[in-house]
């Protein structure tokens, strides 16, 4: 199954720009706001976003953050954690230090508590005494059917991180470095999932960013030959997060594609009509999420895979 009806999400308390992630991610902006306004924003997004989902029959799982220990990117929980339909439990290691924080153990009593089964944890986070990172599904986009796994390398997404992750998990790893331009300068993309979306049959990408010939052509063979439609976005669309996007099933088992508005109002009616012949499209608002974070949707839905007991 490569998709999910069951998503974790964490309802932020301390939202804001984070200093110790704007180093390396370049879809933050500054705000004239102050945090505690930012914050408020943010929760009223978040809670429209949770409601949007809701009403399509996505069964959300909403966690509350917590004030202390402060973690200003608790409401991106994919670059933490990773749950898959054998009952492991897949843990990262994260670029920012005030990130490590996030990791919570009492997630898994909650899951548990509602009937999931957890039957094995791969803990990473050890690799962060080396310096060495993989910020989960943020890093690594999973092809569940076809048993592959995608990595942009970057400072947050190590190769020989991604390739032990795809031993202990059985993927085959497709590797590859992309880029976006900043002040005239080509420089790695922070995550995977902001240029890249898998969906069932099809493929968001922006294949500009992928600048080595060989790689790209084969990112896109894989991507074929597996029978996915490729839908090509363009760098500043992607700027807007088009491809910040989720495939989840709603009610009755109705497929949506999930996406913030920003990254709707970017693409092109061609684009839009692409992804409707497979499934419809939902969106919210997440503005002051996507500024002062660098996020989007995708960022902030936790897939969950997990057997039931």
Same mark, same amino acid.
């Given at each position: 199954?490569?998709?999910?009806?069951?998503?974790?999400?964490?309802?932020?308390?301390?939202?804001?720009?984070?200093?110790?992630?704007?180093?390396?991610?370049?879809?933050?902006?500054?705000?004239?706001?102050?945090?505690?306004?930012?914050?408020?924003?943010?929760?009223?997004? $978040?809670?429209?976003?949770?409601?949007?989902?809701?009403? !399509?029959?996505?069964?959300?799982?909403?966690?509350?953050?917590?004030?202390?220990? =402060?973690?200003?990117?608790?409401?991106?929980?994919? @670059?933490?954690?990773?749950?898959?339909?054998?009952?492991?439990?897949?843990?990262?290691?994260?670029?920012?230090?005030?990130?490590?924080?996030?990791?919570?153990?009492?997630?898994?009593?909650?899951?548990?508590?509602?009937?999931?089964?957890?039957?094995?944890?791969? =803990?990473?986070?050890?690799?962060?005494?080396?310096?060495?990172?993989?910020?989960?599904?943020?890093?690594?986009?999973?092809?569940?059917? @076809?048993?592959?796994?995608?990595?942009?390398?970057?400072?947050? +997404? =190590?190769?020989?991180?991604?390739?032990?992750?795809?031993?202990?998990?059985?993927?085959?790893?497709?590797?590859?470095?992309?880029?976006?331009?900043?002040?005239?300068?080509?420089?790695?993309?922070?995550?995977?999932?902001?240029?890249?979306?898998?969906?069932?049959?099809?493929?968001?990408?922006?294949?500009? *960013?992928?600048?080595?010939?060989?790689?790209? !052509? @084969?990112?896109?063979?894989?991507?074929?030959?597996?029978?996915?439609?490729?839908?090509?976005?363009?760098?500043?669309?992607?700027?807007?997060? +088009?491809?910040?996007?989720?495939?989840?099933?709603?009610?009755?088992?109705? !497929?949506?594609?999930?996406?913030?508005?920003? +990254?709707?109002?970017?693409?092109?009616? !061609?684009?839009?009509?692409?992804?409707?012949?497979?499934?419809?499209?939902?969106?919210?608002?997440?503005?002051?999420?996507?500024?002062?974070?660098?996020?989007?949707?995708?960022?902030?839905?936790?897939?969950? $895979?997990?057997?039931? *007991?």
């Amino acid at each position: 199954m490569q998709i999910t009806n069951t998503i974790l999400m964490i309802r932020p308390v301390s939202f804001r720009m984070n200093e110790q992630t704007a180093v390396n991610n370049y879809f933050m902006e500054d705000i004239d706001l102050k945090n505690q306004d930012i914050n408020q924003k943010a929760q009223e997004e $978040f809670d429209d976003f949770v409601s949007v989902l809701k009403n !399509k029959g996505v069964n959300v799982i909403v966690i509350e953050d917590t004030k202390e220990p =402060d973690t200003p990117d608790s409401i991106f929980p994919n @670059n933490w954690i990773s749950f898959h339909s054998n009952g492991v439990v897949g843990v990262y290691p994260m670029f920012a230090e005030n990130r490590r924080n996030e990791r919570r153990e009492d997630i898994f009593v909650t899951l548990e508590d509602k009937g999931f089964k957890i039957n094995d944890v791969i =803990d990473y986070t050890s690799a962060e005494d080396e310096g060495l990172f993989l910020e989960g599904t943020g890093s690594i986009l999973i092809d569940r059917v @076809n048993k592959k796994a995608y990595c942009a390398l970057s400072q947050r +997404a =190590d190769e020989y991180l991604f390739i032990e992750f795809c031993e202990d998990f059985d993927f085959f790893p497709v590797i590859f470095t992309a880029n976006q331009s900043v002040d005239g300068k080509r420089l790695p993309i922070y995550h995977t999932n902001v240029m890249m979306a898998l969906a069932e049959n099809f493929a968001i990408i922006c294949t500009d *960013s992928i600048d080595d010939k060989k790689e790209r !052509k @084969n990112v896109l063979d894989h991507l074929k030959n597996d029978g996915k439609e490729i839908i090509s976005i363009t760098e500043k669309q992607m700027h807007h997060f +088009a491809g910040n996007m989720l495939q989840v099933l709603g009610g009755e088992g109705q !497929k949506y594609m999930v996406m913030s508005t920003a +990254a709707f109002n970017s693409l092109n009616p !061609k684009q839009i009509a692409q992804i409707e012949n497979h499934c419809p499209i939902i969106h919210s608002s997440l503005k002051t999420i996507e500024t002062c974070g660098g996020g989007s949707a995708r960022c902030m839905m936790a897939e969950v $895979f997990l057997p039931k *007991s």
